[in-house]
């Protein structure tokens, strides 16, 4: 008995939303490579010899164009915080303390 083609149908998920529109460097990526600039004070071109250590290619000009296209996108966040932030008469953050006197627009550094 010979058997003939059998068609299944093949569901697939749809592609998650990226934070880089047609981006492929995933949130986890991202957020990585940004925490370990930022937060970390690990330059691009050192992650990009750790990350061939694992046999993973990233020039330092994707991941820069990463971080230049993640600012844009974070700028909108960035502008709020700064608002709320700057509503309030005292600041605190790394242990310095910004004071905003009502008549002057400037910021004074204690």
Do not use: C
């Amino acid at each position: 008995m010979k058997k003939k083609g059998i068609s299944n149908q093949i569901k697939q998920a749809p592609v998650p939303n990226s934070f880089i529109p047609k981006g492929y460097a995933t949130d986890n990526l991202l957020s990585q490579i940004i925490t370990s600039k930022y937060q970390y004070g690990l330059p691009l071109y050192r992650q990009e010899t750790m990350f061939k250590q694992y046999s993973i290619e990233l020039s330092r000009k994707t991941t820069t164009d990463w971080m230049k296209k993640s600012a844009d996108i974070l700028q909108v966040l960035y502008d709020r915080i700064r608002q709320q932030l700057l509503k309030h008469s005292v600041i605190h953050a790394d242990e310095r303390v910004k004071i905003r006197k009502k008549k002057q627009s400037s910021a004074i550094t204690v």
